[in-house]
């Protein structure tokens, strides 16, 4: 596989894991990009020969970067990703890839009409762990999937001025801990759900502080979500199927998920997987020279199913 030369695009927390993962992964990080040289260079600095640019139009214009990891507030998703297609860079980004349905589809269709790859940084999607157990769900093992049940609660401090309170930025449980809820359940079900219900609680500054939704496919596959931004609930993923069900506790980053076959017994299935933001890396990798591995489709889907949640919460407000 030939090699590419990765920019990273947005300095914060979480893109010093990606450059940690990508200098493990491949030995070095090409390029890095701030609103400030002195953010850039300091990100940069640990990283020899790592290219360090004071915009984002300098790292988006270099001809030698091949793909773009944005690292943004989602709010700013879809301006990024537009720019970079446009510069005829692959793009791998951060959740949630977009903050509604007809942002995504129409970078989609640039990424198709430039040729490019366009992926969502969603580990579920990439983990040993979430294959293996997804090959188990046949005739002869798991079963058809029955229902699944997903809980994900983090506790925010109130302040509007946080990106998770402020619906300027696109705040609210939905688009930040929703998206890996949501994934997990669609990952898991045959087909896109065709029926969705859902109530919300909305913070003083009117974002999503506390939801269910319940999802259901034309096979009957049903999946509850809970989500909650002012308490602590686990981050536990259940799939009930025919011949027994699975857990997987702490399932954005999970390691090891328990089988509980109807016979009673207990099987711990555990992967060495000790950096999920790697498999992001090989599997845009793979996907740009040509192993379809992209879950796009899946994404589009999450999103759409984004749309619908936010649209009854809207006519759940209008009545009250």
Same mark, same amino acid.
């Given at each position: 596989?030939?090699?590419?030369?990765?920019?990273?695009?947005? !300095?914060?927390?979480?893109?010093?894991? @990606?450059?940690?993962?990508?200098?493990?992964?491949?030995?070095?990080?090409?390029?890095?990009?701030?609103?400030?040289?002195?953010?850039?260079?300091?990100?940069?600095?640990?990283?020899?020969?790592?290219?360090?640019?004071?915009?984002?139009?300098?790292?988006?214009?270099?001809?030698?970067?091949?793909?773009?990891?944005?690292?943004?507030?989602?709010?700013?998703?879809?301006?990024?990703?537009?720019?970079?297609? $446009?510069?005829?860079?692959?793009?791998?980004?951060?959740? %949630?890839?977009?903050?509604?349905?007809?942002?995504?589809?129409? !970078?989609?269709?640039?990424?198709?009409?430039?040729?490019?790859? !366009?992926?969502?940084?969603?580990?579920? @999607?990439?983990?040993?762990?979430?294959?293996?157990?997804?090959?188990?769900?046949?005739?002869?093992?798991?079963?058809?999937?029955?229902?699944?049940?997903?809980?994900?609660? $983090?506790?925010?401090?109130?302040?509007?001025?946080?990106? @998770?309170?402020?619906?300027?930025?696109?705040?609210?449980?939905?688009?930040?801990?929703?998206?890996?809820?949501?994934?997990?359940?669609?990952? @898991?079900?045959?087909?896109?759900?065709?029926?969705?219900?859902?109530?919300?609680?909305?913070?003083?500054?009117?974002?999503?502080?506390?939801?269910?939704? !319940?999802?259901?496919?034309?096979?009957?596959?049903?999946?509850?979500?809970?989500?909650?931004?002012?308490?602590?609930?686990?981050?536990?993923?259940?799939?009930?199927?025919?011949?027994?069900?699975?857990?997987?506790?702490?399932?954005?980053? %999970?390691?090891?998920?328990?089988?509980?076959?109807?016979?009673?017994?207990?099987?711990?299935?555990?992967?060495?997987? $000790?950096?999920?933001?790697?498999?992001?890396?090989?599997?845009?990798?793979?996907?740009? $020279?040509?192993?379809?591995?992209?879950?796009?489709?899946?994404?589009?889907?999450?999103?759409?199913?984004?749309?619908?949640?936010?649209?009854?919460?809207?006519?759940?407000?209008?009545?009250?």
């Amino acid at each position: 596989m030939e090699d590419f030369n990765w920019g990273i695009l947005g !300095l914060g927390t979480i893109a010093h894991d @990606f450059a940690e993962a990508l200098n493990q992964h491949h030995g070095n990080v090409y390029a890095v990009g701030s609103r400030s040289q002195e953010k850039a260079e300091a990100f940069a600095k640990p990283y020899a020969g790592a290219k360090a640019y004071g915009n984002y139009e300098q790292l988006l214009q270099d001809k030698r970067v091949d793909i773009i990891y944005v690292a943004t507030p989602h709010v700013n998703h879809y301006e990024y990703i537009k720019q970079a297609l $446009s510069n005829g860079k692959h793009v791998l980004c951060e959740k %949630a890839i977009t903050v509604n349905a007809t942002e995504l589809n129409e !970078l989609v269709a640039l990424a198709k009409e430039k040729q490019l790859i !366009l992926m969502e940084a969603m580990t579920i @999607f990439h983990m040993p762990l979430y294959h293996k157990l997804k090959g188990m769900m046949t005739v002869d093992q798991l079963g058809a999937v029955k229902t699944i049940n997903v809980t994900f609660g $983090s506790y925010k401090p109130y302040d509007v001025k946080n990106r @998770f309170f402020n619906p300027e930025l696109a705040g609210g449980a939905l688009l930040d801990i929703g998206t890996y809820a949501l994934s997990f359940a669609r990952y @898991f079900m045959s087909e896109q759900p065709n029926q969705v219900l859902t109530t919300m609680k909305g913070s003083s500054s009117s974002v999503d502080e506390q939801s269910a939704i !319940l999802l259901r496919t034309s096979q009957d596959e049903m999946a509850t979500i809970s989500l909650a931004f002012r308490a602590k609930m686990p981050k536990r993923g259940m799939v009930a199927c025919e011949n027994g069900f699975v857990t997987v506790d702490d399932f954005p980053r %999970a390691q090891e998920a328990t089988i509980h076959w109807l016979d009673g017994r207990t099987e711990v299935i555990k992967m060495n997987d $000790s950096n999920a933001l790697i498999n992001e890396i090989i599997a845009m990798e793979e996907t740009i $020279s040509g192993n379809d591995r992209a879950y796009l489709n899946v994404t589009e889907d999450v999103m759409k199913v984004m749309d619908e949640v936010r649209s009854q919460w809207e006519k759940e407000r209008s009545t009250k």
